[in-house]
């Protein structure tokens, strides 16, 4: 029988030093029965092949933006007939209960989001339970609650697939969970949070989140991307007109009032939600 899970990554050229941790907490998962679908941008197998050993996997072979190659992978998986989408982003990796537990979340909720332990390029917990430090048993995570922030990402979250149809996301769509997470939300599906760290995130350059301490031109690259993300939503809901003027009202501002704002919002939330300090 065909397995009705699948879970999705990109392979990219630089993800190499990432990948020993990530396939081999996929391969200790304590349930199997699940599909590895991997767009592949220009990434050598080569001497990592046998790390892909004992794991039902599907390679495509695809080269395009980041935008374009999650639209490519997602758009296979909703033609193939999987039930079940579980993201998984390359450069982090999972309690060997990720899967299970999130399929058995799924028997009563259309998304599950889980708590996330961000760890050093070096494997050290640098704060455990992350999202729980900000999140109760209370919190309705739906589309409002997402509009100025997020938790929804490509390697913390796993839907039911018959939330999406075909993905045609905007070329160089930089925020792509963010953008793809409240198209979804607008279907107000049911979320529920798992409180606890299933996933091993990553603080690296790379990662475009805006939560721990950075100078003002970080904060600067980061407010030009939440106002392209408004932007991309404003051609699709004119409810995010709004914000996008909001925002880039923001980076009008002096750097001496974007200083006094990075400074306050640090005061004020310890533990933002990924892009919720990008303000002031």
């Known amino acids: 029988m065909k397995n009705l899970v699948a879970l999705f990554t990109v392979f990219y050229s630089g993800a190499e030093c990432f990948l020993k941790d990530f396939l081999s907490s996929l391969k200790e998962q304590s349930y199997k029965e699940f599909d590895l ?29 980041v935008s374009k190659n999650r639209e490519y992978g997602l758009n296979y998986i909703k033609r193939a007939g999987y039930k079940y989408l579980i993201l998984c982003d390359v450069d982090d990796f999972f309690s060997r209960k990720r899967v299970e537990i999130s399929l058995n979340m799924l028997r009563e909720f259309d998304v599950v989001v889980n708590d996330v332990d961000i760890v050093s390029n070096r494997n050290e917990i640098l704060i455990n339970n992350y999202f729980s430090r900000s999140l109760n048993s209370s919190t309705n995570i739906d589309l409002h609650f997402i509009k100025e922030k997020n938790l929804l990402g490509f390697s913390n979250t796993a839907i039911k ?15 792509v969970d963010w953008y793809f997470f409240t198209i979804i939300l607008k279907k107000e599906p049911k979320v529920g949070f798992i409180h606890q760290a299933l996933t091993y995130y990553r603080q690296h350059s790379n990662n475009l989140i805006g939560i721990g301490d950075y100078p003002i031109e970080f904060f600067k690259k980061m407010l030009d991307l939440k106002i392209s993300h408004y932007s991309y939503l404003s051609d699709i809901d004119l409810d995010y007109k709004s914000l996008y003027i909001q925002y880039l009202d923001m980076k009008r501002k002096s750097d001496m009032d ?17 892009w919720e300090n990008i303000k002031l």
Do not use: A, H
């Open 37 to 65: 679908i991997i767009v592949n941008d220009g990434f050598e197998v080569g001497e990592f092949e046998n790390l892909l050993c004992n794991l039902n996997v599907v390679e495509i072979k695809f080269s395009s933006t």
């Open 161 to 175: 697939t018959d939330l999406f149809d075909s993905i045609n996301f905007p070329t160089n769509l930089e925020i």
């Open 258 to 274: 974007i200083i006094m704002g990075i400074d306050k919002n640090k005061k004020i939330n310890k533990y933002p939600l990924w």
